[in-house]
């Protein structure tokens, strides 16, 4: 088995331990897991842009927002997505998010670095923009509220069932994003990121590429944002401000990019901090902030390059052990 | 919809805009400067905010408060800039994820410090009468804010036009590598910048919190209209941020009078525009 298997494998058990584990906990946890999860999807789809195609996003949170308005307004106004038509909520979803990234793109894709973020910091206050304060469509401030989750055979309204639904979308979701960055396309984008320029000389359609893996990554953001809606019950501006998109951004630099599962653990590390440190503790936000401050400090590869840096460490303690050994010999 | 309804929103609308310029200023010489994406800009114009109402509760006195509040931001803006930026080196995402981390240490800190209650600054009231000009109702603060914007904007360009250090500035902005050749210390120009970032960002707080009061979540609707000032008026240039904040103060004010459902989509969408088609922005050094 090489490096790469065993990696997977841990992926593998560990989803399946989650699987296993969480439906037999407390509905505090299973909630918990059920948010962590469905907001992963679109820390991956970010991580898509920043750890694999180097295109840092500052406004991943407006596709989410799509997903998340289609299902709550389709919802509220029509009842419709509430039975097996659920499934057409989310392939409107993930459509919609795409065809937004489609437009977003057109205007974004040829800036970079700091750029870039700029732009879809613009972009995203767009969107947010209309949330806010379209009120007839959107509710304004005070979002949409779904009164009840589908029902198709199975009762989503029961945690367990929903947790399994969204755990079930997030596993493929992560499937199908690995198999994307393992595939020759994802191997391009790795080297546009690395060298964009040389990239070029190569012959490949740069611009084309970093258009596909946007349009992609913001298809996933509207799956994520289906799932949040139903996870949430509520849908508001506060799902599309800045400052989400600020988090999914720091969740996957935390776990670290370039990893899609750092992403999963970044986000699972930052809602559980949110979410149970706060009934603990009045001051947990100093602790996500200084989390925040002392992982881009000394962990610029995230938790998920730990590892890495320890085998280095190893290696060069190593090499001076060996180094001293030798020193008798040629002095 | 006559004559005075389009000449009072256009007065509210500038002086919005001097308010926007003070923020909005700083933070286009720290991009320019520096290449960083200031995240934690929103947070000292807050702070500004807050520490001014400290002042006034404890002295009385709302004159002391604006010099007071924006030189402890100032230092707070070095602080940050030398234990924590520059070590970094040059790395754009780095840095904007760290001022993030930090925007969000302050947002707490200020929620303990002067609890999540809305406060509103007073000004003297000298400043809150108003004064009749040809039928219309002028507030005497909108007009000192205005005053305000003018004279730290010709101070900002007088000192970066006509001083040495200015021209270090700009050299700075022009070409960074270059200047360090040519021996100009841009270690130190940053720091400088970054500070007077922050100072002018705090005294945008202090002066604003008359009207926007001060709450917490502030920071964060603050920094994108900022950005979108840098950003229309171009980064690294004085002019184009005056500019920049003019055209948002207005399109802001308008956007909500005629169109308020599309209000911040008005607002936003020629920002992305502007900046897919110039990145520089409209008056950027290129």
């Not at chain 1, 960055?181 to 191997?187: A, D, E, I, K, N």
């Amino acid at each position: 088995m090489t490096r790469q298997h065993i990696k997977v494998l841990i992926v593998v058990v560990a989803l399946a331990a989650i699987a296993i584990v969480v439906p037999n906990t407390n509905s505090f946890v299973i909630l918990l897991t059920t948010r962590a999860l469905a907001f992963s999807i679109l820390v991956m789809s970010l991580d898509i842009l920043l750890g694999y195609t180097g295109l840092p996003s500052l406004g991943q949170a407006a596709y989410l927002g799509v997903g998340a308005y289609v299902t709550a307004i389709l919802a509220t106004r029509y009842q419709f997505g509430l039975g097996y038509d659920f499934w057409l909520v989310v392939a409107l979803g993930i459509l919609l998010a795409a065809a937004l990234a489609a437009i977003f793109g057109l205007l974004a894709i040829r800036a970079t670095g700091v750029y870039f973020l700029m732009i879809t910091l613009a972009l995203g206050q767009c969107v947010w923009g209309l949330a806010y304060r379209w009120n007839s469509l959107t509710g304004g401030d005070n979002g949409i509220n779904l009164r009840a989750r589908p029902k198709f055979g199975i009762d989503l309204a029961n945690e367990v069932t929903f947790f399994y639904l969204v755990f079930g979308l997030f596993a493929l979701s992560l499937l199908l994003m690995y198999t994307l960055v393992r595939s020759p396309f994802g191997q391009s984008l790795a080297g546009i990121r690395e060298r964009e320029l040389r990239m070029k000389i190569l012959g490949y359609n740069t611009w084309l590429h970093k258009y596909i893996a946007f349009i992609v990554a913001g298809g996933f953001g509207g799956l994520s944002g289906v799932l949040w809606a139903h996870t949430a019950g509520i849908v508001s501006p506060e799902n599309v401000v800045l400052t989400t998109s600020v988090d999914a951004l720091l969740m996957a630099v935390l776990g670290g990019a370039g990893t899609l599962v750092g992403g999963v653990i970044g986000a699972t590390i930052v809602f559980g901090l949110r979410e149970y440190l706060s009934t603990l503790v009045p001051w947990w936000q100093y602790v996500l902030g200084a989390v925040y401050v002392l992982t881009i400090l000394y962990l610029p590869t995230g938790l998920m390059g730990i590892p890495a840096r320890i085998r280095q460490r190893r290696a060069l303690t190593g090499n001076r052990e060996a180094m001293k050994k030798m020193a008798p010999v040629t002095s | 919809m006559n004559a005075q309804f389009w000449l009072t929103q256009a007065f509210n609308g500038i002086s919005y805009g001097a308010l926007l310029f003070l923020v909005g200023s700083g933070l286009s010489l720290i991009f320019g400067v520096m290449r960083i994406v200031n995240l934690s800009h929103g947070s000292y114009f807050l702070l500004g905010g807050y520490i001014a109402l400290s002042v006034i509760w404890t002295t009385g006195s709302w004159l002391l408060a604006i010099p007071v509040a924006a030189l402890i931001v100032a230092l707070l803006g070095v602080v940050m800039e030398r234990l924590f930026l520059r070590p970094l080196g040059f790395d754009p995402l780095r840095q904007v994820l760290l001022t993030v981390g930090f925007a969000f240490l302050f947002q707490q800190a200020a929620l303990d410090i002067w609890t999540g209650n809305n406060f509103d600054i007073n000004p003297p009231d000298a400043l809150t009468k108003s004064i009749v000009v040809g039928g219309l109702y002028l507030p005497l603060y909108r007009i000192f804010m205005i005053g305000m914007a003018v004279v730290i904007g010709v101070i900002l360009w007088l000192v970066m036009e006509k001083t040495r250090i200015g021209a270090a500035v700009r050299a700075t902005v022009d070409d960074a590598q270059m200047a360090r050749g040519v021996g100009i210390d841009t270690s130190r120009v940053s720091m400088l910048i970054f500070s007077l970032g922050a100072l002018l960002a705090a005294l945008g707080g202090v002066i604003g919190g008359a009207f926007l009061g001060v709450y917490p979540g502030l920071d964060f609707e603050m920094l994108p209209i900022a950005f979108a000032v840098v950003i229309i008026g171009g980064m690294g240039s004085l002019g184009g941020a005056a500019i920049g904040a003019l055209i948002v103060g207005l399109a802001d004010n308008f956007g909500k009078a005629l169109f308020p459902e599309l209000s911040y989509f008005t607002l936003y969408a020629p920002m992305a525009l502007i900046l897919a088609v110039k990145p520089t922005g409209l008056f950027g050094r290129e």
